[in-house]
């Protein structure tokens, strides 16, 4: 996700010579440096002493000791912080840090990889509008953002759109199951999928209609549509989509709480 929002910003117009990155692996650090020819640390702190936004991007596990090596920077310059590591609210990263400072948490999700994500973006009471607009603006380097209110709100998110993909990815993998199944090969199973896929995305972004409308408009009484769709609806496709939706926003949280506390 950090490699690709810095491609993002470099493609967006950022300077590469304002971008520094810091990595323990050496083989990323030169992966990074030829690709954007931006600068590159080993260590945190030296990496950051000159920064206006600094973007958490690591495991969660690992996110308290990345923090604790650049508390005292961090309260010394008093830079806007981005965090885009799941799970861990931004209540548990200041105490970590062990002062308020401007914060915004960010939950992207894996089609930021090429450049058509969508993030959830919240802020605490530290982040002015300019902190807001700068975080948008990184934020777009890999989609569309949107602002939420409360840490609830990202719980949601994240079972809306960062688990998101994989719904998608799941339905795409019965159709092409399906398709195998009564006869087609792979690559026209697949490439019928995938491209009815994004059509239909495409198709839904674009229009004045909700996706709900749209279902609609393409299930005549009778039809082929109709039949895969009631059968569908006389399993609970509903429900089930549902429950598991809520199910990911609840270990959302449940995963907050547990690693906040780490």
């Keep these: 996700m950090a490699r690709s929002?810095?491609?993002?910003?470099?493609?967006?117009?950022?300077?590469?010579?304002?971008?520094?990155?810091?990595?323990p692996s050496k083989e990323q650090r030169n992966l990074l440096e030829k690709q954007f020819s931006i600068t590159i640390?080993?260590?945190?702190e030296k990496c950051i002493r000159q920064?206006?936004?600094?973007?958490?991007?690591?495991?969660?596990?690992?996110?308290?000791?990345?923090?604790?090596?650049?508390?005292?920077?961090?309260?010394?310059?008093?830079?806007?912080?981005?965090?885009?590591?799941?799970?861990?609210?931004?209540?548990?990263?200041?105490?970590?840090?062990?002062?308020?400072?401007p914060?915004?948490?960010?939950?992207?999700n894996t089609?930021?990889?090429?450049?058509?994500?969508?993030?959830?973006?919240?802020?605490?009471?530290?982040?002015?509008?300019?902190h807001k607009?700068?975080?948008?603006?990184?934020?777009?380097?890999?989609?569309q953002v949107i602002w939420v209110n409360t840490e609830s709100d990202i719980d949601t998110v994240t079972g809306?759109?960062?688990s998101g993909p994989a719904y998608f990815f799941k339905l795409m993998e019965i159709m092409i199951n399906a398709a195998q199944a009564n006869g087609l090969g792979g690559t026209v199973a697949r490439t019928l999928a995938l491209q009815t896929a994004l059509g239909a995305a495409k198709l839904a972004s674009k229009s004045e209609h909700l996706p709900g409308e749209l279902r609609r408009q393409v299930?005549?009484?009778?039809?082929?549509?109709?039949?895969?769709?009631?059968?569908?609806?006389?399993?609970?496709?509903?429900?089930?989509?549902?429950?598991?939706?809520?199910?990911?926003?609840?270990?959302?949280?449940?995963?907050?709480?547990?690693l906040g506390a780490m």
């Design 133 to 143: 607009q700068s975080a948008t603006q990184v934020m777009q380097a890999v989609g």
């Design 5 to 23: 929002i810095i491609g993002g910003l470099v493609s967006s117009g950022w300077p590469s010579k304002n971008i520094f990155v810091s990595d």
């Design 103 to 108: 914060f915004v948490r960010a939950m992207p």
């Design 51 to 101: 920064a206006d936004i600094v973007v958490l991007s690591v495991k969660p596990q690992v996110l308290k000791q990345a923090v604790e090596s650049i508390r005292t920077t961090l309260v010394k310059n008093n830079p806007l912080i981005i965090s885009i590591v799941a799970g861990i609210r931004i209540s548990d990263i200041v105490k970590w840090i062990g002062q308020e400072v």
């Design 160 to 162: 809306i759109s960062g």
């Design 219 to 258: 299930t005549s009484p009778g039809g082929t549509t109709e039949a895969a769709l009631l059968t569908m609806e006389k399993h609970g496709i509903d429900e089930t989509i549902t429950l598991g939706i809520n199910d990911a926003i609840k270990k959302s949280a449940e995963l907050a709480k547990t």
């Design 41 to 44: 640390y080993e260590n945190n």
């Design 111 to 130: 089609p930021a990889l090429v450049n058509c994500g969508v993030s959830g973006l919240l802020a605490n009471a530290h982040a002015n509008s300019f």
